[in-house]
């Protein structure tokens, strides 16, 4: 059997072996049946769909610790399960490329395509694995497909070039199959196919755009930073020290979120509860589970706000601290809004901030009492970028110098100054993102981690981001990549040509190869003939 598919024997018997767990030759002649050809498909589909998983995996990474705290928040266990998810993906497209290389070896040699039981039923679990992964993203984390949307526009030329070396390397075993199979029928189909997908991933760049289409000269300014609860990469988020860190990095604002303690003093926590950010367990064990606005200031100021973070390592350079940065971690406590005030006015940065629980009762009276304490800090006014929506009129009124910040869209100016916008950065494309540079309105997207999505944000004219990083953010000159459209253009015609050369080449090499085997072939058969009859005679 090695003979005749022309490989080595032992190449072959390995690659017989790993594919169907048949560790000999049969002196039977086997071949590929329809079915075979059906698991083949299904195996081809299932890869498919783990390197396209693998790329979403891939783009989540950015928002990923948001998804971290609402598991801890419904299991009050905390784990980065996107270390969890990218070795399930890996492991996953792992096992199905390498089936798949060893099916196109095995087609290459003229082996039979027996798949294995037990490769069978692993390859429907991780069909089963994969499908289930996509029906979660879109029931609970759905945003992420307008992130996987945003992020074609960074890579999509690239994955473009990439898909088109891919599908040309599949030439030669498509090539063999189509040479080989006797049914012409299927000969056609197989054909269409291939050149179907191939014409389709030549003409793809006509759907491919970026902000990033741009001469150097028409590059917009870099966008401001704004520290995501100070820098919480590098300290305890919402802590002094956080935001220190946040100020080193060059950030123009610091963006925080407000309650109100039982006692009335406006201070800095994300949560609701006081579970992942601070010891509560060990210094009030019976009110643990308690919100952190019933407690008192007094007994606020008695929690360790730092330990958790070298403890639960939220970011992986949690474990790239100092000695000294792990010692005055230990000793960050939960900071009031005034004491962050003061930090923002000595630096001479901007304050952002959201209050609440909005669904309380009492709303109107934390927000005078925030009001007074903004007031009564002495920092200059122009400094506040008031973002609750609640009752903001009147925040307008006892505080004209505030500068309003809106969490929704808003068409046209709504008030004298020039509107400001604090969105996700999904809810806005980068058309609309320009539209609202060219009326006068400031977009600030949060959160922002990744530097393709920096970039692209960046090409497309944002004034600002909210982000985690503002240590990797700050040190980007440029964006990752910047390409004139005619340059791009330039390079998608090359490739295509050299792709459609080599495809062609691989074609009739390989019709070549088959006439010189068949008449190789033929005329043996007509030499063993006359041996077989002078021997007779």
């Known amino acids: 059997m090695a003979k005749d598919g022309g490989c080595c024997g032992f190449c072959t018997t390995c690659l017989l072996g790993l594919f169907s767990c048949r560790w000999t030759h049969s002196k039977k002649a086997l071949k590929t049946s329809k079915c075979d050809c059906a698991w083949f498909f299904l195996l081809f589909c299932v890869c498919l769909l783990t390197l396209v998983w693998l790329y979403l995996a891939l783009v989540t990474l950015n928002d ?26 890996a492991a996953l497209v792992t096992y199905s490329s390498l089936l798949l290389v060893l099916a196109l070896c095995l087609q290459l040699c003229h082996q039979p395509l027996k798949l294995h039981w037990l490769h069978k039923g692993l390859l429907i679990l991780t069909a089963l694995m994969v499908a289930a992964a996509f029906l979660g993203l879109q029931i609970q984390w759905s945003e992420q497909w307008e992130s996987a949307h945003i992020s074609l526009q960074a890579i999509g030329p690239f994955l473009h070039i990439g898909a088109v070396a891919g599908l040309t390397l599949l030439a030669w075993p498509v090539a063999d199959c189509f040479y080989r199979i006797s049914h012409a029928a299927l000969r056609l189909l197989l054909l269409l196919f291939y050149l179907g997908a191939a014409l389709a991933l030549y003409l793809a760049p006509l759907g491919i755009d970026s902000p990033c289409f741009l001469e150097q000269g028409q590059l917009p300014p870099k966008p401001a930073l704004f520290g995501h609860r100070g820098a919480p990469m590098l300290a305890p988020e919402n802590t002094m020290m956080s935001f220190q860190k946040a100020v080193n990095c060059g950030v123009s604002v610091l963006e925080t979120d407000v309650l109100v303690s039982a006692d009335g ?22 009110q643990a ?186 040190k980007m000159q440029r964006p990752v990549w910047l390409l004139p459209r005619a340059t791009y253009q330039m390079i998608w015609i090359v490739t295509d040509c050299v792709s459609f050369l080599l495809i062609l080449w691989a074609f009739l090499l390989l019709k070549r190869w088959s006439w010189k085997k068949d008449s190789q072939g033929s005329d043996s058969d007509v030499l063993l003939t006359k041996i077989h009859s002078l021997l007779s005679e």
């Open 265 to 286: 003093i406006p201070f800095l926590m994300h949560d609701e509860k006081l579970l992942r950010t601070t010891n509560i367990q060990e210094v009030f064990p019976t």
């Open 64 to 89: 990923f610790h948001n998804l971290n705290e609402f598991l801890f928040q419904k299991t009050e266990w905390w784990l980065d399960w996107s270390v969890v998810m990218l070795s399930a993906t």
């Open 289 to 474: 589970q308690s919100n952190a606005n019933t407690f008192n200031w007094t007994q606020l100021q008695q929690l360790d706000a730092g330990s958790w973070f070298l403890q639960k390592h939220p970011f992986p350079t949690a474990w790239s601290l100092s000695e000294e940065e792990v010692a005055q971690a230990r000793t960050q406590h939960i900071l009031s809004l005034k004491e962050l005030l003061g930090e923002a006015k000595r630096h001479k940065v901007s304050v952002m901030f959201d209050l609440r629980p909005e669904e309380d009762p009492h709303y109107e009276h934390l927000v005078n009492i925030t009001v007074q304490t903004v007031l009564q800090s002495g920092i200059t006014p122009e400094l506040i970028l008031w973002l609750p929506d609640g009752f903001r009129e009147q925040v307008e009124q006892q505080a004209p110098r505030f500068q309003q910040i809106y969490g929704s869209k808003i068409l046209g100016n709504k008030t004298a100054r020039p509107p400001r916008v604090n969105l996700p950065y999904q809810n806005l494309s980068s058309t609309e993102i320009r539209e609202y540079r060219r009326n006068n309105i400031s977009v600030n997207l949060y959160v922002v981690n990744a530097p393709w999505l920096f970039s692209i944000l960046w090409c497309a004219g944002t004034s600002s981001v909210t982000t985690n990083a503002c240590q990797v953010l700050q």
